[in-house]
Every structure is written in structure tokens, then in C-alpha cells.
């Protein structure tokens, strides 16, 4: 059973940087293409961020291209996403998962909050 645990969120002003980890334990994900995902309140979760598994190969939301940077440590299984010039309208609760295919089960994610 794969368990996600996201961390690094927390309260940002404006303009400000997060950096975001999530580690997988009960499976490998050096094989998969791994993603960084948001939700906010009364929205759907979206893709903002992902990474082939070999990392040469990365998507960014419009939203978020420039801004952020996705980064992985297969030997730690650990994905990042480097969080910088932080806008209001990030603020959400994060989620690592695999980037295509069935999910795995998601972890509890972490907020976001932002201070303008």
C-alpha cells in the first residue's frame, strides 16, 4: 500500500517562496511520472506541476509556469515543488500523486495559505 505525505505548506506572504516535499513509501515511484496537484475550496483539484520519472521531462501549468519548479530524488523517493513569487490565488491544499493513470491513494496534502 502506497502511503503519500505531503508537507512544507504553511502561510506565505505575497510575493514570498514555499518549498513543498512529498514522500512515498510502500512503493518505488522511480518508475513513475509524479505530480504536483491543488485544490481549493469550492474548486476541482487541478495538475499544476509534473515530472517524468527520469526528470528530464516536466509540465507546468499555465498558472504557475515560471513561478514554480518541480524537482524529485528517486533515491529518496521524494518529489518537491519549489514555490516562488507566491500569488493569492495559490493558496490551496497541495497533493503529490502519480502524474497519469489510476491515483494512488491520496494523502492528507498540505495547505497553502497566502497573505496579500
Known amino acids: 500500500q502506497v502511503q503519500l505525505v505531503e508537507s512544507g505548506g504553511g502561510l506565505v506572504q505575497a510575493g514570498g517562496s514555499l518549498r513543498l516535499s512529498c514522500a512515498a513509501s510502500?512503493?518505488?515511484?522511480?518508475?513513475?511520472?509524479m505530480g504536483w496537484f491543488r485544490q481549493a475550496p469550492g474548486r476541482e483539484r487541478e495538475l499544476v506541476a509534473s515530472?517524468?520519472?527520469?526528470?528530464?521531462?516536466?509540465y507546468y501549468a499555465n498558472s504557475v509556469r515560471g513561478r514554480f519548479t518541480i524537482s524529485r530524488d528517486n533515491a529518496k523517493n521524494t518529489v518537491y515543488l519549489q514555490m516562488n513569487n507566491v500569488k493569492p490565488e495559490d493558496a490551496a491544499v497541495y497533493y503529490c500523486?502519480?502524474?497519469?493513470?489510476?491515483?494512488?491513494?491520496w494523502g492528507q496534502g498540505t495547505q497553502v495559505t497566502v497573505s496579500s
Open positions: 500523486n502519480v502524474a497519469s493513470g489510476a491515483p494512488w491513494d
Open positions: 510502500g512503493r518505488t515511484f522511480s518508475s513513475y511520472s
Open positions: 515530472m517524468n520519472w527520469s526528470g528530464t521531462m516536466t
